[in-house]
């Protein structure tokens, strides 16, 4: 059987590590609060936004066969001429 003292002071510790993350989470918001600026989720989100990737995915059904490109332009593949355009990119706004 366990020691309960041992469970004891580790759900202490873990109450403690608890506090001590939540005071500093208060600390940062008053900080942000005081100076005006925004937190680092709302910056990293616009961060993302502008590195989308632009995909075309094409098909061939005569090969059941598809194939990503970064322009609209058809992919040049020896034997294989009969590419339907499969999807595009988000159109943005």
């Given at each position: 059987?366990p ?5 004891r002071?580790?759900?202490r510790?873990?109450?403690d ?5 939540q005071?500093?989470?208060k600390a ?9 600026t925004?937190?680092p ?6 961060e993302?936004?502008?590195?989308e ?6 098909f061939?059904?005569?090969k ?5 490109t ?8 020896d034997g ?14």
């Open positions: 059987m020691n309960p003292g041992m469970y002071g580790d759900r510790r873990k109450e590590q608890r506090k001590a993350k005071e500093a989470k940062r918001k008053a900080e942000r609060r005081e100076t005006g925004s937190g989720e709302i910056a990293d989100q616009a993302v936004g502008s590195l990737i632009v995909e075309f995915v094409w061939s059904p005569s059941g066969r598809t194939l990503t970064p322009n609209k332009a058809a992919p040049m593949v294989i001429d009969d590419w339907m355009l499969l999807s595009e990119p988000r159109a943005e706004g």
